[in-house]
């Protein structure tokens, strides 16, 4: 019974260890665009303390142009950290259905510096450490759909496949036997539109959203499975959440319309 707690208690801590160990998920874009000209530049933070800024923009119809970056940054001097920055470049393309439902997807790559070291309590006493640190290179696919519930409020979901390709892994300076993880990434969120009149004249828009990200592939519940020292962390699903706050552009410098000349009251 002892044996069955301290392994529970094992089990739990390592669920509170930094997402992914050193693969650091990037939240979904899912860009509330639906025409041309329009741009949204978006700021997020991380329950953990990592920051996203991402702005996209639609030149012409239907097609979108996206560049975000993420960082987080932790004491170099402490013996548990988690830090790493990162960036993506994408495009893709977005569609509205009706008035409500706006649906859309983007591909791109993008490539990432990161550095974890951590202690893995044991079954009893002991405990293992890890430092580990990367750079990878990653390609990514998204899909997303939104619904606009009204003029302020809108739901919705996206769907992203990350393929990670590590350049450099090491634990305490040893190469890490693992060059390639694909994961899932589903997202949900929720938008509130600030500002007066119509949707697309609000200026601001808050978000929360929360998401998830797996390996393909890994069960952690087949106690059969063997892995070299340090993949089954670096393997691990792990969740956020994210706060964030989108300014429109194109809302703050949209001409008001002309009023009448007098001749014509």
């Excluded at 991402?54 to 142009?65: D, E, F, N, R």
């Excluded at 990670?164 to 694909?182: A, Q």
Aim: aromatic share 12%; glycine share 10%.
């Amino acid at each position: 019974m002892n044996q069955r707690l301290l392994l529970f208690l094992s089990t739990c801590a390592s669920l509170l260890l930094p997402g992914c160990v050193v693969y650091m998920p990037m939240q979904c874009a899912a860009p509330q665009i639906t025409d041309k000209k329009q741009g949204e530049l978006t700021i997020s933070t991380y329950l953990n303390g990592r920051a996203d800024i991402a702005g996209t923009y639609s030149p012409v119809p239907h097609l979108l142009v996206r560049a975000s970056s993420s960082s987080r940054r932790d004491d170099s001097r402490d013996t548990t950290y988690y830090r790493g920055h990162q960036y993506d470049l994408g495009v893709g393309t977005y569609w509205r259905l009706g008035n409500q439902w706006l649906v859309g997807g983007l591909g791109g790559f993008g490539q990432a510096q990161s550095a974890a070291a951590y202690a893995k309590p044991g079954i009893i006493f002991s405990s293992t450490r890890y430092e580990f640190d990367t750079r990878y290179n990653k390609i990514f696919g998204e899909v997303y759909g939104l619904i606009q519930t009204s003029e302020a409020f809108s739901i919705g979901a996206a769907y992203r496949v990350t393929q990670v390709n590590f350049t450099h892994l090491t634990n305490f300076g040893v190469p890490v036997d693992l060059s390639r993880i694909t994961r899932s990434e589903p997202m949900l969120f929720m938008r509130v539109r600030l500002g007066n009149g119509p949707t697309e004249n609000r200026p601001v828009q808050l978000q929360a959203a929360w998401g998830l990200s797996d390996t393909f592939g890994y069960n952690p519940r087949d106690t059969n499975a063997t892995y070299a020292p340090g993949v089954y962390d670096l393997k691990q699903g792990r969740s956020y959440t994210t706060l964030g706050i989108t300014i429109f552009p194109h809302c703050l410098f949209r001409k008001a319309p002309a009023l009448p000349d007098r001749d014509e009251l």
